[in-house]
T-cell receptor
């Protein structure tokens, strides 16, 4: 079973920041938090990952709480093309990715 | 750089028939994954190859599913005989090495079993 809990759906206005929460209260010390997204009728796409420090790349920022029990993915300026299902996954070492149902993010004009 | 290629994109078969899916990973990627994604759910790993050896096939229904990766490059996933509950999208992914943080996914094959 997936080790994360995400809201099933969220809305965000175009141009605003989209903040997607994820709970992973049973995360172990060596497990990373990964985020992928899946646009309709496409395969999933890697976004970002982190262990305990906040991370930023050209797509998004990942904020992990100090106790590592939750995290937030931030899309700073959401566009219509960011409408997708976003998956938060906890993974340790070389173990497989175990996917939950994700959050369906709808960006509204 | 070319992405992960899969074919066919869509397939409709009747139950008890057989079907095969093909995947060509990104050049140089040693690890190849097959996932099954049922509508409304996240992907579920069926099998993972490292070069041409199987690393994990614990969730592959071996009575009807089989997969191979000849010469450590292309891979084929077969279902024989198909059941109604096999209707899903079958995703192929590859990564540079086992445990790499980024897996690259193909577009998937949508299978409908009637």
């Amino acid at each position: 079973d997936a080790k994360t809990t995400q809201p099933p759906s969220m809305d965000c206005a175009e141009g605003r920041a989209a903040n997607l929460p994820c709970n992973h209260s049973t995360i172990s010390g060596n497990e990373y938090v990964y985020w992928y997204r899946q646009i309709h009728s496409q395969g999933p796409q890697y976004i970002i990952h982190g262990l305990k420090n906040n991370e930023t790349n050209e797509m998004a920022s990942l904020i992990i709480t100090e106790d590592r029990k939750s995290s937030t993915l931030i899309l700073p300026h959401a566009t219509l093309r960011d409408t997708a299902v976003y998956y938060c996954i906890v993974r340790g070492g070389g173990s497989q990715l175990i996917w939950g149902a994700g959050t369906k993010l709808i960006i509204k004009p | 750089e070319a992405g992960v290629a899969q074919s066919p994109r869509y397939k409709i078969i009747e139950k008890r028939q057989s079907v095969a899916f093909w995947c060509n990973p990104i050049s140089g990627h040693a690890t190849l994954y097959w996932y099954q994604q049922i509508l409304g759910q996240g992907p579920k790993l069926l099998i993972q190859f490292q070069n041409n050896g199987v690393v994990d096939d614990s969730q592959l229904p071996k009575d009807r599913f089989s997969a191979e990766r000849l010469k450590g490059v292309d891979s084929t996933l077969k279902i024989q005989p198909a059941k109604l509950e096999d209707s899903a999208v079958y995703l192929c992914a590859s990564s540079f090495r086992e445990g790499a943080y980024e897996q690259y996914f193909g577009p998937g094959t949508r299978l409908t079993v009637t």
